[in-house]
């Protein structure tokens, strides 16, 4: 399991980092699109990599395609939302700012996610203590974006 919260630490780290480096490749070549389906294209490369190293990588079977359910198709167009936001809004509001914003409105999503069991997850219902600890990564944000 703590291989699990690494993992999450390390992408936390890579996700700090990523809205500078595509923003970066977005002004370099004067392209934010271009940039955008470069980003898509080596992360697919790189995906496509880790799964045959892995040996998990296979086509499922024809039914596994239509046991998807619909909110299961969207993950792309969010990442491409995500991606744009880096693109266009990153560079002029600041990394701290940025990322503190997609932080705070993740986890406060995530708990109405949790509270209701959205999308596939597990019912974790709200209380005291997950609506603070909302409330002060709110506050954080506040004031990183602030001061």
Known sequence: MIFLYA???VAG??????????????????????????????????????????????WPAAGSFAAVPW??????????????????VADSIGAGPFLGIIVV???????????YGLVGFKVHELNAWRVAGGALMSLGVLLVALF
């Open 13 to 58: 780290v890579a996700n700090a980092f990523q809205a500078g480096t595509n923003s970066t490749l977005s002004k370099a070549l004067g392209q934010p699109f271009l940039a955008a389906l470069l980003v898509v294209g080596v992360s697919a490369l790189a995906l496509a990599a880790a799964g045959l190293a892995s040996g998990r990588l296979a």
């Open 105 to 115: 409105a993740g986890t406060v999503t995530s708990l109405i996610i949790d509270n």
């Open 7 to 9: 993992f999450a630490l």
């Open 71 to 88: 909110w299961g198709w969207v993950g792309g167009l969010l990442s491409a939302l995500l991606l744009l936001s880096q693109l266009f």
